[in-house]
């Protein structure tokens, strides 16, 4: 039997990886349109402006139009503004 040992360096390098990822947006979101599932991603940034500015029901994630057909788009994952999580798995 041997024994490996993970060195103090190699511990602190895999912890300090992981707190890198922590906070950080996404660059973009992907959208699947619900008629015709073309696949479309928007900048965070545009999508969360959306989810910002929607006084609606907070249950109903921002979405848009398909530039193929004019279908609603999904979101394939989103975690919106009031803390809700949209994803494409529960609405198909």
Do not use: Q, W
């Not at 991603?41 to 109903?60: A, H, K, T």
């Amino acid at each position: 039997m041997t024994l490996t040992l993970i060195s103090p360096v190699s511990k602190h390098r895999k912890m300090k990886r992981k707190k890198k990822n922590v906070g950080m947006n996404p660059k973009h979101v992907s959208f699947v349109c619900l008629m015709c599932y073309e696949k479309e991603d928007i900048p965070y940034s545009i999508v969360r402006d959306f989810d910002e500015m929607d006084p609606g029901d907070p249950s109903v994630p921002p979405m848009f139009a398909c530039e193929k057909c004019g279908g609603e788009m999904y979101p394939e994952y989103y975690k919106g503004v009031h803390g809700m999580e949209y994803n494409i798995s529960d609405k198909l």
